[in-house]
């Protein structure tokens, strides 16, 4: 169950202040997830963990979200509404599926097929004009340390990579030609469809198309951020008029705080 008291809230607030936007990606994650290991949630797939946070930000914050973005063509400002709940729910669904596959070691997949496994870190195969490559579903944690690389996309193709081999040969990820890095890429998007979530807007003014990525840890830190200030701003307001320590107010619920605000604002 997630975190949704505000003393735990604001607790992750603080400790994500002096946190790069992947400190605070991970530390939203932990209160999304208080039942997983903190040493495995980087390691679960990425859109693993952005359901958890749609499905938290849902839990905090409603489902309905707003959204603003310009046109790309006219620069037109956008406003539209998504909800929480569906993305997180459609995110989680594809999870669900990739668990019942065979992997490395179940049936042998036919040439060019997928295969995934749900012992733990997901896995996909592909098998091709002689080769045997099985990859890894890269986590959070392999595409932050791939991102720092020189080369991003082979650091991550040698950091995941489990096996390869061709013709029976052992090879390594430099070893891969460009049609099978293509297939790898296909087979983890195939089993990994939340990690981008990309949005195709259109303009009502002009028609034109405008793709964003929708960054949910980035979008629920700003909401989490405004809504700690408020809290803490409704704390020293009810301290200064009735001497109560934080954790008392924090204790009330949301409705007797504001009442008591009001009853301050009367006096």
Known sequence: ???????????????????APVGRALLLHRTARPDVDTGRLPQLPVGEREADLFALRRSLFGERMQVRLACSACGEDMEFELDAGELARSLGGQ??????????????????????????????????????????????????????????????????????AHDGAAVSATDLPVTVQRRIAEAVEAADPGADLALNVACPE????????????????????AWARDVLLDVHLLATAYGWSEPEILALSPLRRRYYLELCADV
């Open 1 to 19: 169950m997630a975190i949704t008291s505000a003393a735990g809230l604001l607790a992750a607030w603080e400790a994500g202040l002096a946190e």
């Open 95 to 164: 999870e669900g599926s990739r668990g019942a596959a065979d992997g490395p070691g179940g049936s042998p997949t036919g040439s060019g097929e997928v295969a995934a496994s749900g012992l733990g870190r997901s896995v996909v195969r592909v098998q091709q004009d002689g080769w045997d490559v099985v990859f890894r579903v890269p986590g959070v944690l392999d595409l932050a340390v791939a991102g720092r690389a020189a080369d991003p996309r082979g650091a991550l193709l040698a950091r995941c990579l489990v096996s390869a």
């Open 206 to 225: 002009c028609g034109a198309a405008t793709r964003a990525e929708l960054d949910i840890a980035s979008y629920l830190w700003t909401e989490l951020d």
